[in-house]
């Protein structure tokens, strides 16, 4: 199953997600690959990783395969595809190339890859990089921070979503929505709530991730949440989140 994690909107928890997520799949037994498709490489500097000869860069581009730019985490079961600034040249570099939107589908098709999950952290736009990991997930998890200016650029992210699987890729849909960084101290609105329900109906997860200082700070320490602090609301809230993506197959 291969799961894209999608906002455009930057700062709403898509590689908090995909990095937490990951390694409480893990701990639920599940192997997984992580695939970093934002050139800000957050998602590769938050699971800690450091040392690495070749990035998704090389594969989208040189025609490296995929294989070779895989490397375990530390976590057993863990592995990543880094990325680094280096990707922000591919949009430019691919633009013209032949078959530009499914580079990154030919690049996991061709090789066997033997993971159960493979989540791929999504850059904050919808340019060619999207694209690529749209045209080859599964499934998409689009984190939403709920406030006023949340719901702003879905509209077009559904737009986008529907052309794709018209033109491109006719299996994706949507896992689910995540409601993130939640505080605690206030109630979602109710404005909000019928919202997001007449957009997504029962696409929402019912595991909302609050506002938790263990997720920032484990961020920081480069580690996943159940790594950092296992006792944290973050780690009993992703990992519920691990339960429900699994209980939704
Ligand atoms: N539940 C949470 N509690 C506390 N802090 C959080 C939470 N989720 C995310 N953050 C913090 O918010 C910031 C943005 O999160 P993150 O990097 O996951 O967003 P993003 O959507 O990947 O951003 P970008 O669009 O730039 O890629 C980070 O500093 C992260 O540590
Ligand atoms: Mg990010």
Not at 84 to 112: F, M, P, Q, V, Y
Not at 194 to 204: A, L, P, T
Request: hydrophobic residues 40%; proline residues 3%.
């Amino acid at each position: 199953m291969i799961i894209s994690v999608v906002n455009q909107k930057g700062g709403v928890g898509k590689t908090t997600t995909t990095c937490n997520l990951g390694s409480c799949l893990i701990e639920l037994g599940k192997k997984v690959l992580l695939i970093d498709s934002d050139p800000q490489g957050n998602l590769s500097q938050s699971i800690g990783v450091k040392e690495y000869k070749s990035t998704i860069y090389d594969c989208l581009t040189n025609d490296l395969p995929i294989q070779e730019s895989i490397i375990n985490t530390g976590i057993k079961g863990l592995d990543i595809v880094p990325a680094n600034i280096k990707l922000a040249n591919a949009e430019l570099e691919l633009s013209s190339a032949l078959g530009r939107e499914t580079l990154l589908r030919d690049c996991i098709k061709s090789s066997s890859l033997d993971y159960d999950y493979i989540l791929i952290d999504c850059n904050p736009s919808l340019s060619l990089l999207t694209i690529n990991a749209l045209a080859v997930c599964d499934r998409m998890i689009i984190p939403l921070e709920p406030s006023i200016f949340a719901l702003e650029g879905i509209s077009q992210l559904i737009k986008i979503i529907n052309l794709i699987k018209k033109k491109i890729n006719p299996k994706i849909e949507i896992e689910g929505v995540l409601l993130t960084r939640v505080d605690s101290r206030t109630s979602l609105s109710k404005e909000f709530k019928e919202q997001i329900d007449e957009i997504f109906g029962s696409k929402v997860f019912d595991t909302v991730i609050h506002q938790n200082i263990a997720i920032g700070k484990a961020q920081i320490e480069n580690m996943p949440i159940n790594l950092f602090d296992k006792n944290s609301k973050g780690y009993k809230e992703y990992l519920a989140l691990a339960q429900e993506v699994i209980g939704r197959e």
